[in-house]
């Protein structure tokens, strides 16, 4: 070691005895209490790489087991998506606006390339990913016209195990592949290496670990990253992972523990007598009692019966459930209903307020994450697609891209937790001026030109058909008098 190191170790072991001698941060001491504490210093993507092939796989075992954790991902995913995020077009023209929507409709049934769900269910299975695995990849499949798509395009969706996260390694041209995502020399995303089959894929006969490269154009990862410099995703579950494994472990102890308890209804004590344990029948070869529910045996001689009385799980067995709940469902950022189903506990007031930050951190995640990564590309893409294939005529359209891309993306409108008290609420404001009617009709997941058009239609239909419904009679005009005849003419 070279004195500039010696020196810098003596410097490092001065300043941490100054910091300790004058109190400094607590959690940066190496005090009794905080001996055990050594946390790593690796970088988010070495721990990754480490142990996120392990924690996925464990998410997944989890929710395919544990009744907790699958209400947690399915209750996750509803919130997120729904019915789905839908586009509102910001075209102004309303006719050119509507053949958008229209096309886009249509376009939705047939998005899935394996053909199982339409775009808003593909929507719904990606937050589904993202909540296990903390990633999903999309590959863009453009068709043929042949194929009869009124787009021709598709896409693909591909789970985080498909990109091998112990890829890594130095091209000749330059380029670096970091766990399975290939970078060009100025940190650019140029390429995806994905593996051809699933690696825990034995029904599927291709060669395991055979990987293809896929332009970085043709894929959208969609990924909510957690550090600075992260490039592959950490399952939600991650926090949760030991507590939930735990606690589940504890229920089928305890419930198997109940059940034997059960079984034994009493316990015939004889006197002493020689005969064999190790044989199934007693020493007058007659059967030994038998472990059935209730099942009673006449007694002989000198033979006693004591009634079993095994020990409850005690008082402190559902408190201690609900304590653990709260830490998991604190972990996986849901209310304690929603991931344990119970609303024994819930009110009006706590289960507004578990409402209002879960909607809170939804719609960060719904912006961010699902509109930002997912659907604007999309979007983006299916647009270029439409044109350049003739199924939508915009004038201009490679000058004016940007006009046309235009978009508000919708999310499912929120179910009410009192309806009459959130409504009149929502009648004051927009009375009062503190929001507008679009406002509150794009947070209840619709478009509000479309919502107007629809509304006036609706009228001149009752109109027409002389239908009142919520509103005052139309005013019957007064009958014109009648045109007194024309004068005599005079002699």
Known sequence: MG????????????????????????????????????????????????????????????????????????????????????PSSGIADAVLKDRVQRLWLRWTDESDAEGLTDFYGQQRRAARELFIAGEVFFRIRPRRPEDGLSVPLQLQMLPAEMLPLNHNQLLENGHRIRQGIEFDRIGRRVAYHFLRRHPGDITDPGLAGETVRVPAES????????????LRGVSRFSPALVKLFLLDQYDDAELDRKKVAAMFVGFVRRPERDFDNSNETDDRG?????????????????????????????????????????????????????????????????????????????????????????????????????????????????????????????????????????????????????????????????DAAMVDAEIAADHRREDSLGLRFGREPAPVPAPTPAQAPPPAPSN
């Open 3 to 86: 004195v500039w190191q010696q020196w810098r170790q003596r410097l490092g072991r001065q300043v941490l005895r100054v910091g300790a001698m004058v109190g400094g941060f607590e959690g940066g001491l190496s005090s009794r209490r905080l001996k055990m504490f050594q946390a790593s210093r690796a970088h988010v993507n070495t721990l990754i790489q480490a142990a996120g092939a392990d924690m996925t796989a464990r998410a997944r075992y989890l929710i395919r087991n544990n009744g907790y954790a699958a209400n947690a991902v399915e209750s996750w995913a509803g919130n997120a998506v729904g019915t789905g995020i839908k």
């Open 219 to 230: 894929v959208l990862h969609i990924v909510d990253p957690v550090d600075a410099g992260q």
């Open 286 to 446: 007659e059967p030994l009692l038998p472990l059935e529910p209730g099942q009673l045996q006449i007694l002989d001689d000198g033979e006693d019966i004591t009634f079993s009385n095994p020990a409850d799980v005690g008082g402190n067995y559902e408190s201690f459930q609900y304590r653990t709940l709260l830490q998991v469902a604190a972990a996986l950022g849901l209310p304690y209903a929603n991931l344990s189903a119970d609303m024994l506990k819930a009110n009006y007031s706590n289960t507004r307020a578990a409402l209002l930050e879960f909607r809170r951190r939804i719609e960060a995640f719904q912006h961010s994450v699902l509109v930002f990564q997912l659907c604007r590309a999309v979007w983006a893409r299916w647009m270029d697609t439409a044109v350049l294939s003739g199924a939508l005529e915009l004038p201009d359209y490679e000058q004016r891209r940007a006009d046309y891309l235009d978009c508000s993306w919708l999310p499912p409108r929120w179910d009410w937790v009192d309806p009459l008290k959130d409504i009149r609420a929502e009648i004051n404001a927009i009375e009062a001026g503190l929001k507008s009617r679009t406002q509150a009709i794009a947070e209840r997941g619709f």
